[in-house]
């Protein structure tokens, strides 16, 4: 089993900016989508961003989109997710997942491996 760990969540203020990251340890496996999830309080686990890496094609939710990017690095195996212009609603528990075989980038259930989640808080 992959074992994935995030880093790099915190407190910012509103219109700050984070890099969360994604170490892939014991990688095993040939992701086919490297993605990072969210979920706020109360409320459902949400797609935010992933990579689909035969092509290295990259996919946004809509309400992260020209704020937030998703990178990756093959020789570290790690992938990360660089978050500008932060606002209250960004606030959630952050979670980065691997897919072995292919699917729906923004469904959960395509995921096989999860690291245990960061923490954002965006406070105005």
């Known amino acids: 089993q992959v074992q994935l760990v995030e880093s790099g969540g915190g407190s910012v203020q509103v219109g700050g900016s984070l890099r969360l990251s994604c170490d892939a340890s014991?990688?095993?496996?040939?992701?086919?989508?490297m993605g990072w999830f969210r979920q706020p309080p109360g409320k459902r686990r949400e797609a935010v961003a992933s990579?689909?890496?035969?092509?290295?094609?990259?996919y946004y939710a809509d309400s992260v989109k020209g704020r937030f990017t998703i990178s990756r690095d093959n020789s570290k195996r790690t992938w990360s997710l660089e978050m500008n212009s932060l606002k209250p609603e960004d606030t959630a528990m952050y979670y980065c997942?691997?897919?072995?075989?292919?699917?729906?980038?923004?469904?959960?259930?395509?995921?096989?491996?999860w690291g245990q989640g960061t923490q954002v808080t965006v406070s105005s």
């Open positions: 997942a691997s897919a072995r075989w292919g699917g729906a980038w923004y469904d959960p259930s395509t995921y096989r491996d």
């Open positions: 990579i689909f890496t035969s092509e290295g094609k990259t």
């Open positions: 014991r990688y095993i496996y040939i992701s086919q989508f």
